[in-house]
């Protein structure tokens, strides 16, 4: 379980977000993951572990997180050491909204699909 920082999820949650289901992106890999909220605080929870596990991170590494949709998130990770980042191979991400509205654009054309 990893917690946001309060003044960031209080200008874009507020305190009465319960949660929901969030995506992380590192590099070119996603992890969905839930969303707790609290009145004092959101974390994310399921599937962080397992995001750590894939990544074979140290829990100790500092992580930065990007917000490119209302529950998406790019997230960059330092070495805890060295503050160095880990690089992973990188991938334009799009906000679940945008791709949503793609996918509605694509299907409305009358092309066919080879």
Request: overall charge neutral; charged content about 30%; aromatic content about 18%.
């Amino acid at each position: 379980m990893i917690f946001m920082a309060n003044k960031f999820w209080r200008e874009f949650y507020g305190k009465t977000f319960k949660g929901g289901s969030a995506t992380l992106y590192v590099g070119d890999r996603f992890w969905n993951v839930k969303m707790d909220g609290w009145s004092d605080r959101i974390a994310f929870t399921d599937g962080w572990s397992k995001l750590i596990e894939d990544l074979s991170l140290d829990t100790r590494c500092n992580f930065v997180f990007t917000m490119v949709g209302y529950k998406t998130f790019e997230l960059f990770v330092f070495n805890h050491e060295t503050s160095s980042e880990i690089y992973f191979k990188k991938v334009k991400v799009i906000a679940s909204e945008q791709k949503e509205k793609l996918k509605t654009e694509e299907s409305d054309c009358n092309t066919p699909i080879a």
